[in-house]
């Protein structure tokens, strides 16, 4: 099964470390989503690619927030200067434009858990 | 800005008692909604789409519906394994083609 998959799946450090975060979408998929979710919550959006471009971004995205898609396959989010509350899992998913459906599913992945301490 | 609001919170079902989550929504322009199961610290699951008032999707025990208003997941004769968390979520033609989430219903089956 080639499903979307994120590493690490956990992540602890100290306030102030910075952190990276990678999501491998599902091959074929040529958009790439990603969310926050705290716990008891739903997922909120955060930044969304298309290819290689990156479209749209959250207000909730701070200066201290960054991510890539250098070739329009995997994608990496980095949190500078973590603060405590950073800590949520961050949720990857991707979906195929002008799919059959034409209204693009989108697949997640499992997850990054981190714990900022 | 689009709002998705999930009731109720919490439900807590014998094995085959019946019930329905409501997922009830403000957008403008529904390009879709869509109904994904989450069990606990994994991503979540998708279910269903539903795209215009009047449509139904089914898939086992669950049944989705869809009003101008609202959603509604149906579970039926709902088993043990059927415990998570079911989320509602809009895209919209305001907002692009960003996901915007309601809360989740978590839903526990006794045996």
């Known amino acids: 099964d080639t499903g979307v998959s994120q590493d690490p799946r956990h992540k602890i450090t100290k306030r102030g470390q910075n952190v990276t975060f990678r999501c491998d979408p599902i091959s074929e998929h040529n958009r790439l989503y990603w969310y926050r979710q705290t716990l008891g919550q739903g997922p909120e959006f955060l930044t969304y690619?298309?290819?290689?471009?990156?479209?749209?971004k959250s207000r909730l995205l701070s200066d201290r927030f960054s991510a890539e898609r250098p070739k329009g396959s995997f994608s990496t989010l980095e949190i500078q200067r973590t603060e405590q509350g950073d800590s949520a899992m961050y949720l990857c998913a991707s979906s195929l434009t002008g799919g059959a459906s034409g209204n693009n599913e989108q697949f997640f992945g499992p997850g990054t858990r981190l714990t900022v301490l | 800005e689009d709002q998705v609001t999930q009731s109720p919170e919490a439900l807590r079902l014998q094995e085959g008692e019946s019930s329905s989550l409501n997922c009830s929504y403000t957008?403008?322009?529904?390009?879709?909604l869509f109904w994904y199961r989450q069990d606990p610290g994994k991503g979540p699951e998708f279910l269903f789409t539903l795209y215009s008032a009047g449509e139904e999707k089914e898939k086992e025990r669950l049944k989705a519906t869809l009003t101008k208003k609202e959603s509604f997941l149906h579970i039926t004769a709902p088993k043990p394994e059927d415990s998570a968390t079911y989320l509602c979520?809009?895209?919209?033609?305001?907002?692009?083609?960003?996901?915007?989430f309601g809360g989740g219903t978590r839903v526990l089956v006794k045996p």
């Open positions: 957008v403008s322009g529904l390009r879709g």
């Open positions: 690619f298309q290819n290689e471009a990156q479209l749209e």
């Open positions: 979520a809009v895209r919209s033609k305001a907002a692009g083609n960003k996901l915007t």
